[in-house]
């Protein structure tokens, strides 16, 4: 059974980082891609950064260059190390994934299984 638990969210003050962890169960991890996404309040959840198998890495605009998404197959965990962080990145941020996929996702739809989710919240 595939298993996703996120970690590493927070309280933290406007331009303060964070790094996001998911920790994934199973035998899939190398051969799949992989996703960050998130959900604010009243809004639909949303690509943030994707990685795949060969670590090509993709983001959407509004965190080019604040975010850095990362894997380390042998610990089958995925990471988001977010610096510069803004309180429009408060949100419920969620890994995803496609169990063997060689792509790099782009929308929530493509997800086979999510993690619970881990709260990020900047003050201004």
């Known amino acids: 059974q595939v298993q996703l638990v996120e970690s590493g969210g927070g309280l933290v003050q406007a331009g303060g980082s964070l790094r996001l962890s998911c920790a994934a169960s199973g035998g899939f991890f190398s051969i799949s891609a992989m996703g960050w996404f998130r959900q604010a309040p009243g809004k639909e959840r949303e690509f943030v950064a994707a990685?795949?198998?060969?670590?090509?890495?993709d983001y959407t605009d509004s965190v080019k260059g604040r975010f850095t998404i990362a894997r380390d197959n042998a610990k089958n965990t995925m990471y988001l190390q977010m610096n510069s962080l803004k309180p429009e990145d408060t949100a419920v941020y969620y890994c995803?994934?496609?169990?063997?996929?060689?792509?790099?996702?782009?929308?929530?739809?493509?997800?086979?299984?999510w993690g619970q989710g881990t709260q990020v919240t900047v003050s201004s």
């Open positions: 990685i795949n198998w060969s670590d090509s890495t």
């Open positions: 995803g994934v496609k169990i063997y996929c060689r792509g790099l996702l782009k929308s929530p739809g493509e997800c086979d299984t």
